[in-house]
């Protein structure tokens, strides 16, 4: 059977799956441009359930709202696809969850939809966790849709690993 994921994701998965179970932690997602990539490439991987709670797909404004409580109003003042908004989706989603660390992803994968202030590939990607400060960090992908994706999985999955050994 064909692999879904690329093995560079499937490996940088399994290292943070191992370090959040050294750690004792569990992880909830909050994926908005990614769809549940991140998710998706997590539970590829057995024995994933001892550490990861749950995942949110919350592709539209209402569905950040509804489903992890990120506010109408925030969204409207500041965009879906900004830190602040990256930010509450973690904060929310752990809120929402039993989980110890939330990650979150929110941004333009295209082909459409990118602007001169926000354009394609732009993505925030948000940290929540109980003591720990709330963050996110912003970054432009280059690529089609599907190279913008996987790059935000990467990515994400990099920084929380990094984030959780400092």
């Known amino acids: 059977m064909a692999a879904l994921f690329p093995d560079d994701l499937i490996r940088q998965a399994t290292t943070l799956v191992a370090l959040l179970g050294e750690r004792g932690l569990k992880l909830v997602t909050a994926e908005s441009c990614t769809g549940g990539l991140i998710a998706g490439c997590l539970t590829e991987l057995p024995g994933v359930s ?32 900004s830190a602040e908004v990256a930010e509450a989706m973690a904060e929310g989603a752990l809120g929402h969850s039993l989980a110890d660390v ?5 941004g333009i994968a295209g082909p459409d939809g990118g602007s001169a202030e ?11 966790g109980k003591g720990r400060r709330t963050r996110s960090f912003r970054f432009v992908f280059d690529g089609d849709r599907t190279t913008i994706r996987l790059a935000t999985a990467k990515t994400a999955l990099g920084l929380l690993e990094k984030r959780l050994n400092s």
Do not use: M, W
């Open 50 to 81: 001892a550490v990861f709670e749950r995942g949110f797909v919350t592709y539209s404004n209402e569905a950040k709202n509804q489903s992890i409580g990120v506010d109408a109003s925030l969204i409207a003042a500041h965009g879906a696809v």
């Open 102 to 106: 939330a990650l979150s992803v929110t």
């Open 118 to 128: 926000k354009p394609v590939g732009l993505v925030y990607i948000g940290f929540a």
